[in-house]
């Protein structure tokens, strides 16, 4: 059973429409991850926060926008977007490790959010 | 730009038959990651490699990090319908600033197990 939760786990929204996806995790991991699934494909990574701050933005389109209220805990708000968008979300969390520490940073996945933009 | 390549893109084999997946980095990692993927699912952590010449075993899956750390693979014996799915490999890249869990993807080995 995956320790990172998100809701919903289906979305379907139309391109006019403003929702959010939700994520939690409760492991006291400090990194933060959203990642895009085409079918088939492997996660492309959109965005990571670091200590509730944002550090890695993909050059994702500002129709969405991501947001870390606290260190548990990951939004990402959606705004007139594309068919092209739908895919499945994942959210993943990981441990933020220093420079001397070459192991770690394993990422755990939720079990994603499936979205079809109508 | 950072490239990890995994083949083959698809398997499917028999019941009892081993089964292979090869990732290869155009650069040094730091440590790779196996991830697998049931259809309709998530990715499920399996493992991770971080020493070079490194070699892990759950059962019957066998990790191999190459001794130039550039290199992994993933071998299952004797397959059951159990192990289908995608398997991904997953580089961190060695000597970046960044230490979060940047991970570079192959594109998967989807294998089908025939009963």
């Known amino acids: 059973d995956t320790e990172v939760t998100q809701t919903p786990k289906h979305l379907v929204m139309g391109m006019t429409n403003k929702k959010s996806l939700k994520c939690e995790q409760h492991m006291g991991h400090r990194a933060m991850y959203w990642y895009k699934q085409k079918a088939k494909k492997p996660p492309e990574l959109m965005f990571v926060y670091s200590y509730e701050k944002l550090s890695i933005n993909e050059s994702v389109p500002s129709r969405f926008s991501p947001e870390c209220p606290n260190s548990s805990l990951l939004n990402l708000h959606l705004h007139a977007l594309q068919p092209e968008d739908s895919a499945l979300y994942l959210c993943?969390?990981?441990?933020?490790?220093?420079?001397?520490?070459?192991?770690?940073?394993?990422?755990?996945f939720g079990e994603g959010s499936w979205l079809t933009v109508v | 730009g950072q490239q990890v390549m995994q083949i083959p893109q698809y398997q499917h084999v028999q019941e009892g038959e081993d089964f292979t997946t090869y990732c290869n980095s155009s650069t040094t990692l730091s440590n790779i990651q196996w991830y697998k993927q049931r259809p309709g699912g998530h990715p499920v952590f399996l493992i991770q490699?971080?020493?070079?010449?490194e070699v892990k075993k759950q059962k019957r899956l066998t990790f191999q990090f190459g001794e130039a750390k550039k290199n992994s693979s993933l071998h299952i014996t004797a397959t059951q319908t159990t192990d289908v799915g995608t398997y991904f490999c997953?580089?961190?890249?060695?000597?970046?600033?960044?230490?979060?869990?940047?991970?570079?993807f192959g594109r998967g080995t989807q294998l089908t197990v025939w009963p």
């Open positions: 993943a969390s990981s441990q933020v490790g220093t420079g001397l520490i070459l192991s770690g940073n394993t990422i755990y």
């Open positions: 490699l971080v020493k070079s010449g």
């Open positions: 997953a580089g961190k890249v060695q000597g970046r600033g960044s230490t979060l869990g940047r991970l570079y």
